[in-house]
């Protein structure tokens, strides 16, 4: 099932042409393992465990993950509910993130599974060469992209975001939680039966702090990463405003993630 949304007072549609999203073989190209470690591409997997194709493309999204210098997310949104399966990990915080995605591109609807690149939506189709450009796009870029550098430190996560070198001149910090793995029997809905295996689900976004530019330190206490679930974080610093996301600018992941 890769379809729109429901919206308010219009009928749900199906889109077939989205439905084979992410399901070809992916084999990105390579860039430096320090370069890719200094800038890392931040891919979110907007998904359902009510959703048909959602589990292909999970699997994909696993492939992206052992790539050097991309940092996969799942987001589990909740808008197909009401088909006969409750995602366990769904949030609407993560239905409203996406849906604020769709409108930087002027779009009403939304559809699972969606991949979003460093910020910058995009349907991305299942075919190698569309996949690659993606990538290639988000790495042509790394030249306007923020170093961030995160490490533990005794019960305390600190964060360096460096200069930064493009337009954005201000853009929040956030902590991810993630949970890295986990498999889900499904008990309902299109997938009944069916076993449903996760990868790197956020949990949760909480704002650290506002970068303006220039070289800030930032510290938080690690238990703001161990909520229910999760056993790993992430750092990204994206711009936005008014709860709207934009271009992720930069990203760490917590040691051994």
């Known amino acids: 099932m890769n379809r729109p949304a429901p919206q308010p007072r219009s009928r749900r549609t199906a889109t077939l042409g989205l439905a084979l999203l992410l399901?070809?073989?992916?084999a990105g190209g390579s860039t430096p393992a320090e370069a890719g470690e200094r800038h890392p591409v931040v891919?979110?997997?907007?998904?359902?465990?009510?959703?048909?194709?959602?589990?292909p493309a999970s699997r994909v999204l696993g492939d992206f993950a052992r790539e050097p210098g991309v940092i996969a997310l799942t987001f589990p949104i909740?808008?197909?509910?009401?088909?006969?399966?409750?995602?366990?990990?769904?949030?609407?915080?993560?239905?409203?993130?996406?849906?604020?995605?769709?409108s930087l591109r002027g779009e009403r609807q939304v559809?699972?599974?969606?991949?979003?690149?460093?910020?910058?939506?995009?349907?991305?189709?299942?075919?190698?060469?569309?996949?690659?450009?993606?990538?290639?796009?988000?790495?042509?870029?790394?030249?306007?992209?923020?170093?961030?550098k995160s490490w533990e430190e005794g019960d305390r996560i600190c964060i360096d975001v460096g200069t930064g070198t493009g337009p954005e001149a201000?853009?929040?910090?956030?902590?991810?939680?993630?949970?890295?793995?986990?498999?889900?029997?499904?008990g309902g809905g299109e997938n009944k039966g069916q076993v449903f295996d996760y990868i790197n689900?956020?949990?949760?976004?909480?704002?650290?702090?506002?970068?303006?530019?220039?070289?800030e330190h930032f510290e938080i206490p690690r238990h703001a990463a161990r909520?229910?679930?999760?056993?790993?974080?992430?750092?990204?610093?994206?711009?936005?405003?008014d709860g709207r996301p934009s271009r992720i600018l930069g990203a760490a992941k917590a040691p051994g993630f």
């Not at 679930?229 to 610093?237: F, G, K, M, T």
């Open 43 to 55: 891919i979110e997997l907007y998904t359902s465990q009510g959703c048909a194709s959602c589990q």
């Open 111 to 148: 559809f699972t599974p969606q991949a979003i690149v460093n910020g910058e939506p995009s349907m991305i189709r299942s075919d190698r060469i569309s996949l690659e450009r993606a990538l290639r796009r988000a790495r042509a870029s790394s030249a306007s992209q923020v170093t961030v």
């Open 201 to 215: 689900v956020v949990r949760g976004m909480q704002r650290i702090g506002t970068w303006t530019g220039r070289p």
């Open 23 to 26: 399901l070809g073989t992916l």
């Open 78 to 102: 909740t808008y197909w509910d009401y088909l006969g399966w409750k995602d366990a990990y769904g949030q609407a915080a993560f239905t409203a993130r996406q849906r604020a995605y769709a």
């Open 227 to 241: 909520v229910p679930e999760a056993d790993s974080y992430v750092v990204v610093l994206q711009g936005g405003n």
């Open 170 to 186: 201000q853009a929040d910090l956030w902590l991810l939680p993630v949970m890295r793995r986990r498999r889900v029997s499904i």
